[in-house]
């Protein structure tokens, strides 16, 4: 089954250009010039993966990464940004982006960032044995890829997903940021490892009681996060 990608971006020549790259890595690519096109095409299609450019006419990528992934919290979304004092604001907990790049790039490193997006969205996981972890209220169904707690299923994004299963697979590891983000991203990242605070806060947002108190997902000064192991 080959995923289905949608770029938002005005500028035809990277449009085209991030689209033949895409299908010749045998994604299925649909395209739209504006953010109201590309909501609207998301909303029709069954898209798994949003490539978006912040500068549009008319309503920005930031307006469209917020509709969407409120109506979609399982797409992943990459964002693709003209300057670097956007990053502040993309890392910004509303977005839920799950990865960025920054203007001009590298097609194929773009192409490397979808095929690490849609691999942490694999429902195949190479373990299909034992397809469901449990660890206090939480329960991981790994092949349909949900996250309950409580019974209650929680809508986490792709890489949220991840990082919880990580953490839930591993209790008691102290993982640094760098390792998060070679387990989770998959390549050496080019930027900060703010993404992982940023995905972090985000996860303890929806999962913990409180997250300025949790209970769950340790920080580790100076290093970076451990699944606290309770008895
Ligand atoms: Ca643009």
Redesign the pocket.
């Known amino acids: 089954m080959s995923r289905k990608i949608l770029i938002v971006?005005?500028?035809d020549s990277i449009r085209k250009f991030v689209k033949i790259n895409l299908e010749r890595a045998e994604f299925q690519v649909l395209e739209a010039d504006t953010g109201e096109k590309g909501i609207e095409i998301a909303r029709k299609e069954d898209i798994d993966i949003l490539v978006l450019?912040i500068?549009?006419p008319g309503i920005d990528g930031f307006e469209v990464c917020k509709i969407l992934r409120e109506e979609y919290p399982k797409i992943g979304i990459i964002m693709l940004t003209a300057k670097s004092q956007d990053i502040d604001k993309i890392m910004g907990l509303e977005y839920g982006t799950d990865d960025y790049m920054t203007k001009p790039f590298n097609p194929t490193e773009l192409v490397l960032r979808v095929k690490s997006l849609a691999r942490r969205m694999d429902i195949r996981d190479g373990e299909d044995d034992e397809s469901i972890l449990e660890f206090g209220p939480f329960r991981i169904d790994k092949y349909s890829r949900q996250f309950f707690k409580n019974g209650v299923e929680m809508d986490l994004t792709p890489t949220e997903f991840s990082i919880a299963k990580l953490f839930i697979e591993n209790p008691g590891k102290a993982f640094e940021r760098d390792e998060i983000l070679n387990l989770i991203w998959g390549y050496d990242f080019v930027g900060d490892s703010k993404i992982v605070d940023v995905n972090i806060r985000r996860l303890r947002a929806k999962i913990e009681e409180d997250p300025s108190k949790p209970e769950y997902i340790e920080t580790v000064w100076g290093l970076g996060y451990r699944w606290k192991n309770q008895d």
């Open positions: 971006e005005d500028e450019d500068m549009l």
